[in-house]
């Protein structure tokens, strides 16, 4: 698979053709079918939009930084081209009217989606088994998930139908999956990517972020769908740097703290070695090791499962049988309407979540759960802050132990939700974060997490950029 730069190279010169992208991508997908990384393939949409771009070049128009590359899109972000079903009964048949700003932002520099990718039912879960039409396969290992909820824009960069996908990340939705299936995740500051055509899950943890087979082409998918959206109100005015620009300037002078907290009991020894490993190398490469301490992120997952809950419960409130898709048939009164649709289309994951989140919101709960999950919150982010005055990047592992077995997390709802113990706390505090392969545990990728502080992707992307070098170099 050639990268973003050379795809976008060759189409500008005229050695390749966008169309010739985008079927190749189509065919690739085509033969990768048994992998169910996509839910839906857009070949006449994409095609089209290959063939104006090809037009366009020939008259000698401008072309964007990402002209002719093919991009998969999770299905919970809209597209005004075919469904966009979420993996769920409810939206088995919705059709956006409209695209999501970021799908304007990838079709202004150029890009052009080629299909809709799989995923845990409404973004809810993290291995994408969950998914009303079937789990995603992990095309490194089929015997392991591929990781979620993302799991089929992990599926699709890592079996090679596209150089970059997008997905959403509510608690590691891109890290995770990233990690299982051994390439580069990349979750923004929130704010950094307007949410505006992102089917909400939990509206004050979601975020969109690229997947990508190098750091560097991370960085070019995300220089495209950042920037202020006046359709989203949490969609930040910081200004949106290259996050291209610093790539080769290395680890020299910066500080990369190690939360004591994470590497402890419930680490996998292997994981461990691995991680250690590839900080070993950034340390060698010129970077300052510190320890730090996080002693609030022991809390991270309770905390995480009141508030994410909480917002979906209000957030799912919409799918009521009247406004959209899935409607029971002959309901014979008003709450038969309600009660039997979202009985037949949610899953049981997305239901159980619903029902918790209405728990703790309910009268004589949200003060002792809702509530007080919020105040850990700005407990985490403070003491996120606090590690920051010691460091510029904090690392530590993606996931605690070894891709898990398929089946084996999806059975144990604990197990499922402790899969993020070292993810759901970046979201909390709505920081950056990046999964980055750094080697193999059992034959399987073993991803390292680096996290920066807020709307400092230029500098979490410049460490990155040298770690990857120098974990390369360190496994060769």
Do not use: W
């Amino acid at each position: 698979m050639t990268t973003l730069a050379q795809q976008v190279s060759g189409v500008r010169s005229g050695e390749t053709s966008a169309e010739s992208l985008v079927q190749s991508a189509l065919d690739r997908i085509g033969k990768a079918g048994h992998l169910k990384a996509y839910l839906s393939v857009l070949p006449e949409y994409a095609l089209e939009k290959a063939r104006d771009l090809d037009v366009r070049r020939g008259k000698g128009e401008k072309l964007g930084p990402l002209a002719g590359v093919p991009i998969a899109i999770k299905d919970n972000i809209v597209v005004s081209s075919g469904k966009t079903t979420c993996a769920s009964r409810m939206l088995e048949n919705f059709q956006s009217p409209y695209d999501a700003a970021v799908i304007e932002k990838l079709l202004s520099a150029g890009a052009i989606p080629v299909g809709k990718t799989n995923l845990d039912e409404f973004a809810m879960g993290s291995t994408s088994e969950t998914s009303a039409f079937g789990a995603p396969v992990n095309p490194v290992d089929p015997s392991v998930i591929p990781g979620g909820s993302s799991g089929g824009s992990a599926v699709a960069v890592a079996s090679g139908t596209v150089a970059v996908s997008l997905g959403s990340d509510t608690g590691g939705s891109i890290r995770q999956p990233a990690a299982c299936c051994g390439v580069v995740g990349m979750k923004p500051t929130y704010g950094r990517v307007s949410r505006y055509g992102l089917v909400a899950y939990a509206s004050s943890l979601d975020q969109i972020g690229p997947f990508a087979n190098t750091v560097e082409d991370a960085a070019l998918v995300l220089n495209a769908i950042c920037g202020h959206d006046l359709r989203d109100n949490t969609s930040s005015t910081q200004v949106v740097p290259d996050f291209t620009a610093k790539l080769s300037e290395g680890l020299m002078g910066k500080t990369i703290g190690i939360p004591k907290e994470c590497f402890g009991e419930g680490l996998h020894s292997e994981v461990e070695s691995v991680i250690r490993a590839a900080l070993a190398a950034c340390e060698r490469g010129g970077a300052k090791i510190v320890e730090v301490s996080l002693p609030s992120l022991k809390y991270a997952v309770a905390t995480y499962y009141v508030i994410a809950t909480a917002e979906a419960s209000a957030n799912l409130a919409r799918y009521d049988g009247v406004r959209y898709t899935m409607r029971t048939e002959a309901p014979k009164n008003l709450y038969e309407l309600y009660a039997k649709t979202r009985s037949e289309g949610f899953g049981p994951e997305v239901k159980k979540r619903i029902l918790l989140g209405t728990y703790v919101l309910s009268s004589g709960f949200y003060d002792a759960y809702y509530m007080q999950a919020q105040k850990v919150r700005r407990v985490i982010t403070d003491d996120y802050a606090k590690a920051f005055t010691q460091c510029d990047v904090i690392a530590m592992p993606t996931l605690a132990t070894p891709t898990p077995k398929v089946g084996k997390v999806f059975q144990d709802p604990m197990a499922m939700y402790l899969q993020d113990i070292y993810t759901v706390a970046v979201n909390l505090a709505g920081l950056p974060g990046l999964s980055l392969p750094v080697g193999k545990v059992s034959g399987l990728p073993a991803g390292l997490q680096l996290i920066g502080r807020p709307f400092a992707e230029q500098e979490l992307f410049q460490v990155a950029a040298a770690a990857e070098k120098l974990a390369g170099m360190a496994a060769a």
